[in-house]
Nanobody, 116 residues
């Protein structure tokens, strides 16, 4: 079992920056692919960015050039969000998927609001 706990601020003006962190309850190192997803009101959950065990990253077109996913080799995953827009407002979830069992784990979700 893996619990994921997110932190990292929730209110910012357009054009601003936030850094989200996600800490696993135990070492997950290089055996879990990691990711960030988001869900805006009235919309389905969508992929924001993923990073594989080998460090390969994938970012949604809507955030390319503005958001960057990263991780360490222990238990932390990060999402640096720059040049934020009102349409980035959503609940953000971190995700970890075991490459051995393919089981998915989710964080509790935290609100990000981009507004004046």
């Amino acid at each position: 079992q893996v619990q994921l706990v997110e932190s990292g601020g929730d209110l910012v003006q357009p054009g601003g920056s936030l850094r989200r962190s996600c800490a696993a309850s135990r070492m997950i190192g290089s055996t879990y692919n990691r990711g960030w997803y988001r869900q805006a009101p009235g919309k389905q959950r969508e992929l924001v960015a993923t990073i594989t065990t080998t460090g390969n990253t994938n970012h949604a077109d809507s955030v390319k050039g503005r958001f960057t996913i990263s991780r360490d080799n222990t238990k932390n995953t990060y999402l640096q969000m720059n040049s934020l827009k009102p349409e980035d407002t959503a609940v953000y979830y971190c995700n970890a998927q075991s490459v051995l069992t393919m089981r998915n784990y989710w964080g509790q979700g935290t609100q990000v609001t981009v507004s004046t």
